[in-house]
């Protein structure tokens, strides 16, 4: 799979799936939440009121509606509380699962945000490194990940990241 870092709005990402941020009642909130719950219009908010939820870790999928992608897969991550409560491993899961159910659905493009950095407080260089890292070692049929940043910071390590794992 080929990992990509895009600087920029991910609802605007033409992709087959888009990976949304979400929190456990998966009824929208802030950031990349909210900004995904807005663009693909009342619709995804009605869906994911038949989900049940979510649990930290896991994913569930919805259509994408008025999103460019045709899925929205909607993780929860974990919430930082300094790195002794599993949140490395809980993070892991989720990129993983968010592979795992797009995989099975045929998307082949999937875009990812930085998830668990914003209202969450994960450290962005330990998040980056652990979606980097996840991403280059879960096998899957998708062909491209896009790892989306929406500000300067995470933007330079995704691209640092990327840069230095294709050298030898």
Not at 73 to 78: E, L, M, R
Not at 146 to 155: I, M
Request: aromatic fraction near 8%; charged fraction near 25%.
């Amino acid at each position: 799979m080929e990992l990509r870092a895009w600087f920029g709005d991910i609802t605007r990402l033409e992709v087959d799936a888009v990976v949304n941020a979400a929190n456990e009642t998966l009824l929208g909130g802030g950031g990349v939440d909210g900004a995904i719950h807005r663009a693909a219009g009342p619709e995804l908010l009605e869906a994911c009121r038949t989900l049940g939820g979510c649990a930290t870790g896991d994913a569930k999928v919805t259509d994408g509606y008025r999103l460019p992608a045709r899925w929205v897969v909607h993780t929860v991550g974990p919430i930082w509380g300094g790195g002794g409560r599993g949140e490395a491993d809980l993070l892991r899961r989720c990129y993983r699962r968010c592979l795992e159910l797009a995989d099975g659905l045929g998307a082949r493009t999937v875009a990812f945000p930085a998830v668990s950095t914003g209202v969450y407080g994960y450290p962005r260089r330990a998040a980056a490194e652990i979606a980097v890292t996840t991403l280059r070692t879960t096998p899957t049929s998708i062909d491209i990940a896009t790892l989306v940043a929406f500000d300067t910071e995470t933007y330079e390590l995704y691209r640092a990241l990327l840069d230095g794992a294709s050298r030898p």
